[in-house]
């Protein structure tokens, strides 16, 4: 009797060690995994998808564009290439507005809001800019006043 107790309290400190390591072990394990996972998720896509733009990265972005009368703001909007762009075109003004980006050379189709968006109400829609470089928007009713950038770096 008095000898099996000294064994089980360093057995049971044992036990606790391995368990201990074990998590440690399999922490990290997960860890790298993870990181490994991606990097390779990433250089999958780059190879799959549109050659000549970048890969879609799977984030998506909300920018909100005020439409007030007769100007956008912001005006001048920057956003990542292959990231998905969810604008909210709200209308602050009094006059009917919309939000028409000009991508069609660059992406194969322009991007655009509801074609009239009343005053007081908000149009949403997505887009996803894949070639870096400068594409216009702009509201159909008021040009040349209405008119913006957006900048895809
Ligand atoms: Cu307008």
Known sequence: MLRSRPMKVIGLVGVVAL???????SGGAAESG?????SGGAKTSAGAKAPGGAPATGKTVEISVA???NVFEP???????????????KNEGIAIHNLMIQSSATEGKDFASAAAVNPGEDSK???TFTKK???K?????????????????
Request: with cysteine.
């Open 34 to 38: 993870s990181a490994t996972a991606a």
């Open 125 to 127: 829609f997505t887009a």
């Open 75 to 89: 005006k001048d909007i920057k956003v990542k290439a292959g990231d998905t762009i969810s604008f909210i075109a």
């Open 19 to 25: 368990a201990t390591s074990l998590l440690a072990c």
């Open 133 to 135: 470089g400068t594409v």
């Open 67 to 69: 439409m007030k009368d």
């Open 137 to 153: 928007f702009i509201c159909a009713y008021h040009l040349p006043d209405m008119a913006g950038t957006i900048t895809v770096e």
